[in-house]
């Protein structure tokens, strides 16, 4: 995992989650990221469908989608995820939602 200076690491931020990987070797590399960031007791690693896994415990959902797909997946967000939880967009927009907070890392835009 990136260590950013003068950010907020994982492990400070009393995060819990859950991820849902479909191209194979991405959850194994997650899984060993998680671990060398001290959070992995804090994370569930599933293999399920995108649209049906249960992710209404997260306080952070991190998505790496194509826009078509976040579009699609915004309405299981708003129905599932309790107030308060975060939700963060690696290089696409969510359509018309305007994020909290933008930023750009290593020329890349999240939002």
């Not at 129905?79 to 750009?104: C, H």
């Amino acid at each position: 995992m990136a260590q950013h200076r003068g950010e907020p690491q994982p492990q400070h931020l009393g995060v819990e989650g859950a991820v849902a990987r479909r191209r194979l070797g991405l959850g194994e590399q997650a899984r060993d990221l998680a671990q060398r960031a001290d959070v992995a007791e804090r994370v569930r690693f599933i293999k399920e469908d995108l649209f049906s896994a249960d992710i209404s415990e997260a306080t952070v959902v991190t998505l790496y989608l194509a826009p078509q797909l976040n579009l699609r997946l915004r309405p299981k967000l708003i129905n599932e995820l309790k107030p308060g939880a975060r939700i963060v967009s690696y290089a696409f927009g969510m359509g018309d939602w305007k994020p909290e907070k933008q930023a750009t890392i290593r020329g890349t835009t999240v939002y």
